[in-house]
């Protein structure tokens, strides 16, 4: 089955060709952050707009990559939430459009459960059951995966996401958005030891986060510096050695709780931070020692893409599901509530 995928939940049109038996044909991504950059944030108006603007051509770039035209697409899949509702619209209104006029079944896929099945279109997929942390722009999530559609919420953060916490602290650092990478690279130039952050919530039982403090105390620190005179790169720079070290030991104790009270041993990490190579690293280096296995995507799949779409919605057609003719986009939709594949 050729499944074309269409992601336009918030600021990324992304498109993608998935093939049952020869894995993905063709991906293709266009950003705006450079249209919301002058806002320092999304404007959700601005981002249905261009998902319309965006949407076609890139429909047409992918099929000619992957040498395919339209009758050679056996389904739609999109992303139907959670989102920009605006956003998910043109995505949704796209699909629905293609499915009836070539009379082919469409899916509507949930943007985390996308997220989550990315490590999957890599060699080596993990094999259910597995633990997965979630953390993106909106979401930190552990979830217990038993299969598709499969999911036991397992903890989450009361507050800021961890990508959130990045862009948000990036900004105080006076650094550009998107600030996961930003951050990360200045860090690279950071002095281990010079500057100790909290890791939040790791001194209770649980596996709930919280990194909206870690925000303040990352301002305080740059201020306090300031004040005495000190403004200079290096000191920018070991602040925010210090942050990163913070969120990925956090993130590092959280998961190993979680491996340690499901008894399991595969870690999926999944959404645009699980790019983040001290993350990568650090976690890699607790499952080598709990004998066990950390998985990702390339970086291009584990921010907001196309192919984890098709993927997904291509699992959940090859099983029978499709939508009726209603479209229907969730602003919010919690991911327990799928059915199980
Ligand atoms: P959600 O998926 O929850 O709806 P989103 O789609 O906006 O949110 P993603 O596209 O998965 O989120 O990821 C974007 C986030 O990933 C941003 O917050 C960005 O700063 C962060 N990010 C990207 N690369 C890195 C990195 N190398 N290190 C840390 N954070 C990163
Ligand atoms: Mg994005
Ligand atoms: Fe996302």
């Known amino acids: 089955m050729r499944v074309l995928g269409l992601e336009t939940s918030c600021d990324e049109t992304g498109v ?13 991504l266009f950003s705006q952050i450079d249209l919301h950059r002058m806002y320092g944030g999304v404007v959700p108006e601005l981002a249905s707009r261009d998902h319309v603007r965006r949407a076609v051509p890139l429909i047409r770039q992918v099929l000619a990559e992957a040498g395919c035209s339209l009758q050679d697409v056996d389904a739609l899949a999109y992303t139907a939430g959670p989102g920009l509702v605006g956003a998910l619209l043109v995505g949704a209104c796209t699909a629905q459009a293609m499915s009836t006029a070539l009379g082919i079944p469409a899916v509507g896929v949930h943007h985390m459960e996308g997220h989550l099945l990315a490590p999957m279109l890599e060699e080596n997929p993990p094999a259910f059951p597995f633990v997965a942390l979630l953390v993106s722009g909106g979401h930190t999530q552990l979830v217990r995966v038993d299969g598709i559609g499969r999911y036991q919420l397992l903890g989450e953060s009361l507050d800021d996401a961890a990508g959130e916490a990045f862009d948000k602290t990036a900004k105080l650092l006076g650094l550009d958005y998107p600030g996961g990478p930003e951050i990360a690279r200045l860090a690279e130039q950071g002095t281990a030891g010079r500057f100790t952050f909290p890791r939040p919530m790791t001194d209770r039982p649980g596996l709930d986060f919280s990194f909206s403090g870690l925000k303040t105390f990352t301002l305080n620190t740059w201020q306090q510096c300031q004040a005495a005179g000190d403004a200079s790169e290096q000191t920018r720079a070991d602040i925010a050695y210090a942050f990163q070290q913070a969120v990925v030991e956090t993130l590092v104790i959280k998961c190993r709780r979680a491996l340690k009270d499901t008894q399991l041993k595969r870690l999926v990490i999944a959404g645009g931070v699980s790019a983040n ?65």
Not at 282 to 298: E, H
């Open 16 to 28: 993608a060709l998935y093939d049952s038996e020869r894995g993905l044909l063709a991906d293709a």
């Open 277 to 341: 190579l001290q993350l990568r690293e650090q976690l890699g280096a607790m499952l080598s020692k709990l004998g066990g296995q950390v998985f990702y995507a390339r970086p291009r799949f584990c921010t907001d893409n196309g192919a984890m779409i098709a993927y997904a919605g291509c699992q959940r057609l090859l099983a029978g599901q499709q939508d009726g003719p209603q479209v229907a986009v969730h602003a919010r939709w919690p991911m327990e509530q799928l059915p199980a594949v």
